[in-house]
């Protein structure tokens, strides 16, 4: 049985969140996310996260079926090969629709958008095979390759955790140090985010899932305040110190592994530490009191749909500031509704999800005596 952790819930739907306003090229809302005050964004913590649900969720059935467990994992991946298939099906008929009705052909030439309807066959198997994909709807190809990973990880993970990490470890430095990646196709070029650096963070958070589970994440005081001067350092120099020294970020880029694709060396320490200094601040506790604190987490709780229906309204809002309008407010009405719509989106698949959990239970049998009605 899959164990949850609301805190899970809750970031990672402020990481859908994020994600669905940075898809959306040139909103102004977009200037305010985490990605202009540090050196990783949404993608680290969207990646992390997920080590740590599946952590939770499959440890269990790994210690009692050992590998055999897999194949839940396996059908996991087939639902998320689909949906990748579905979503980017769905956006290419968006973008075609609207370059038909408006004639921007700029529309269908960004990304890769335009390679299907140039050559539909290679275009059609180069989707399938997940060797083409078009911008901002590349991330679920990776979690594909993620769940793949998954069991050695986790049967790594349950004999030790370290040694599990030692392995991630050892592949993403023979990843970086041979300049490995997986091939485009029929473009040429790779994948934007390559999956055999890309495992660290998800390695890194299965490993952090178990040991939540363990109860030995410590808080060092000393390695808390280090991790927050190391956070307000990279949002000084991401920030060209807030717009007060600028070409700072520029300049330091050049001395720093900072490489998206690759997953640079900056980016994971970064990310760490604002991982650390988030969960040592305590600040989650203080946010669960508030009425953000729920309806951001049933955006996590339903991370897969949200994230396709986000990533639909992200294309819609790039169409719209292309041929329509492209201001300020707009990009906050836009933004705002659309927030709003996935929230009611993810509330109904809850009351779906709860009624299904109902009717489960009252169908079981009554071995025990007492009536079992819902979860009381």
């Not at 001395?255 to 998206?260: I, R």
């Not at 992200?314 to 500031?321: F, R």
């Not at 201001?327 to 709860?354: G, I, Q, T, Y």
Request: with cysteine; glycine share 10%.
């Amino acid at each position: 049985m899959s164990e949850r952790i609301d805190a899970i819930d809750f970031w990672r739907g402020v990481a859908l969140a994020t994600i669905f306003i940075n898809h959306i090229p040139g909103n102004v809302l977009g200037s305010f996310t985490p990605r202009n005050y540090g050196f990783s964004d949404s993608a680290e913590a969207f990646i992390f996260l997920s080590g740590m649900s599946v952590a939770l969720a499959y440890r269990r059935l790994f210690e009692t079926k050992g590998i055999s467990a897999a194949f839940s994992l396996m059908r996991r991946a087939g639902r998320l090969y689909r949906a990748h298939l579905a979503l980017t099906v769905a956006a290419l008929t968006l973008y075609g629709v609207a370059t038909h009705l408006t004639g921007r052909d700029a529309l269908l030439s960004e990304h890769g958008r335009g390679t299907l309807f140039a050559d539909p066959i290679r275009g059609a198997l180069g989707i399938v095979t997940l060797t083409h994909q078009i911008g901002y709807f590349n991330i679920l190809p990776i979690y594909v390759v993620f769940l793949f990973l998954a069991p050695t990880l986790l049967v790594l993970g349950l004999r030790s955790r370290w040694k599990m990490l030692a392995f991630s470890l050892a592949l993403y430095a023979a990843t970086r140090g041979l300049g490995l990646n997986l091939p485009s196709w029929p473009d040429p070029g790779i994948w934007y985010f390559n999956p055999m650096a890309w495992q660290l963070m998800f390695a890194l958070g299965i490993f952090a899932g178990l040991a939540a589970k363990e109860g030995r994440i410590p808080i060092h005081s000393g390695a808390y305040h280090l991790a927050h001067l190391f956070t307000i350092g990279a949002a000084i120099i991401v920030s060209n110190c807030l717009g007060l020294a600028p070409g700072l970020v520029d300049a330091a880029g050049e001395y720093l592994d900072w490489d998206k694709t690759q997953l640079g060396t900056i980016r994971i320490i970064d990310f760490l530490a604002l991982a650390y200094a988030i969960y040592c601040s305590g600040v989650t506790a203080k946010l669960r009191g508030s009425s953000l604190y729920p309806a951001v987490s049933l955006l996590g709780r339903h991370a897969l749909p949200i994230y396709c229906g986000g990533s639909l309204l992200s294309a819609v809002g790039h169409i719209l500031n292309e041929t329509w309008t492209a201001s300020p407010l707009f990009d906050v009405v836009f933004v705002v509704a659309c927030l709003n719509a996935l929230h009611k989106a993810a509330a109904l698949l809850e009351c779906r999800r709860e009624a299904g959990c109902v009717a489960a239970e009252s169908s079981m049998p009554n071995v025990s005596g007492v009536e079992v009605s819902g979860r009381g």
